[in-house]
């Protein structure tokens, strides 16, 4: 393993498949799972919030950190969204390989 991650990013519904498809076409990640309505309890300006919104699983690597976290801010519409990367520790080896490829491989045009 060279620096997998998972980053977890929340975003409204309607954006939710245009920041996946974006983050994965550019090779910011190699697979973007989406959990569609998802319930978040939050507190913001002093009010408690209760939203429906969408959760990305986004599995890519610390080497894209930067550019995938800029993309997420340039498309997700919230004020303040959260963009949270977890390392990987330990995972399947041929599925870490086939990320790690994908994430390297040529963007086509």
């Given at each position: 393993m060279a620096g997998e991650a998972l980053v977890l990013v929340t975003c409204g519904g309607n954006e939710a498949g245009e920041i996946a498809r974006s983050l994965v076409e550019e090779r910011l990640a190699a697979c973007v799972s989406v959990l569609p309505r998802v319930t978040s309890t939050y507190r913001f300006r002093g009010e408690v919030h209760k939203d429906e919104e969408s959760l990305l699983l986004i599995?890519?690597?610390?080497?894209?950190?930067?550019?995938?976290?800029?993309?997420?801010?340039?498309?997700?519409?919230?004020?303040?969204?959260?963009?949270?990367?977890?390392?990987?520790?330990?995972?399947?080896?041929?599925?870490?390989?086939?990320?790690?490829?994908?994430?390297?491989?040529?963007?086509?045009?």
């Open positions: 599995k890519t690597n610390k080497s894209h950190w930067p550019s995938l976290k800029a993309r997420v801010l340039e498309l997700n519409s919230y004020e303040v969204p959260e963009i949270i990367l977890l390392p990987i520790e330990a995972g399947h080896g041929p599925y870490l390989d086939w990320l790690n490829q994908e994430l390297n491989a040529e963007v086509k045009n």
